[in-house]
């Protein structure tokens, strides 16, 4: 016998409230006294109440979704992110719809235009392409949105960013702390803000303790693995004086490592390295990878937080800037003072 279908009537009914009560309880209406609240999910619970999620929807001018925009779909960087955010979007009644730019400016937009053609609630955006600009005349379009991972001028409050500078810093610091002197730096594209911020952290660190700028011992690579072999190889053969190298993030640092193989050099002995991002894979090279912990997890759970928060309040989001930590492993040797 096929189940019968329970109506919101025959819920109010159940709980002796108003049908106008019942919905505002589906919709998580906050004026709903905590009496009836109670009443209300007792009859729901009783009578397997299921909402109809297109009737929710209409009722409360909500879709329930939530738009995500990130540059790729796979990876040990947009995984984690995505992950965390989609939890905590589900604990709250929340859908996540997810799209990416693929490093394309063009892409971006029109996955932008297609998350607002499906009304969702809000978005989250981790865009590299689209200007600020652009990002400043979205905003309005949606109910909320949550930037990823820079710093608009005018959306502080929708900004939500690691300190990528400070990151860059405390990695060419702990070489300079351990006696090293001739660093390079293996950049992500320069074309990415994170990027830029590394290595101004790298820059002001050499020049905090003493140590002249050379541009030539920075080498500009990509963030996934394209081309980053070739380039790692070329710097560690033709600058023979380089005893540790920055990577800006963990799929370079895999790069140098692969051309110390070729060059029969040995990481933390002929070569150190400080990277960036803390990837799972990072703590099984041998030797471990010291790197600065990227906070992804927390990224995506904060983001995640921020669109459930404004949807829920007339408050404004609490963003603010992640701070990133040093995970000291193995891949660094002291030199001594000469």
């Not at 965390?84 to 400016?105: F, H, M, P, Q, W």
């Not at 033709?238 to 070729?262: H, M, P, R, S």
């Not at 995506?300 to 989001?317: E, F, P, T, W």
Request: hydrophobic share 40%.
């Amino acid at each position: 016998m096929e189940k019968k279908t329970i109506t919101i009537k025959e819920v109010a009914e159940h709980a002796n409230v108003s049908q106008a009560t019942v919905s505002r309880v589906i919709n998580g209406n906050a004026s709903v006294k905590s009496k009836n609240l109670e009443i209300v999910q007792r009859a729901i619970k009783e009578l397997g109440y299921t909402p109809n999620a297109a009737a929710k929807a209409l009722a409360s001018n909500r879709s329930y979704t939530v738009g995500m925009l990130v540059g790729s779909l796979d990876g040990p960087f947009y995984g984690p992110l995505m992950h965390a955010t989609e939890d905590i979007l589900y604990k709250n009644g929340l859908l996540c719809i997810v799209t990416s730019g693929r490093e394309s400016e063009e892409r971006e937009q029109d996955a932008l235009a297609f998350l607002h053609s499906k009304q969702v609630d809000g978005v989250i955006v981790h865009a590299d392409q689209t200007s600020d600009d652009t990002l400043t005349e979205l905003v309005s379009k949606f109910k909320t949105m949550v930037i990823l991972n820079r710093l608009v001028p005018g959306l502080e409050q929708n900004c939500l960013y690691v300190d990528n500078e400070l990151g860059g810093y405390l990695a060419t610091k702990h070489l300079l702390d351990m006696g090293h002197r001739n660093i390079a730096c293996m950049t992500g594209p320069l074309s990415k803000q994170d990027a830029r911020d590394r290595l101004l952290g790298y820059i002001r660190a050499l020049a905090v303790h003493g140590v002249d700028y050379d541009p030539s011992l920075t080498v500009e690579g990509r963030f996934d693995h394209e081309g980053n072999f070739d380039k790692a190889f070329n710097l560690l053969s033709n600058k023979k004086e380089v005893t540790a190298v920055f990577c800006q993030n963990d799929n370079i640092a895999l790069a140098v490592y692969d051309a110390c193989a070729q060059m029969n050099l040995k990481v933390a002995k002929d070569i150190s390295l400080v990277s960036f991002d803390n990837d799972n894979m990072s703590k099984h090279l041998r030797p471990q990878l010291t790197t600065v912990g990227y906070p992804l997890n927390d990224m995506g759970k904060i983001a995640a937080n921020m669109i459930v928060s404004q949807l829920n309040s007339s408050d404004r989001m609490n963003s603010g800037k992640l701070t990133p930590v040093l995970e000291v492993r193995d891949s660094v040797c002291k030199l001594e003072p000469k």
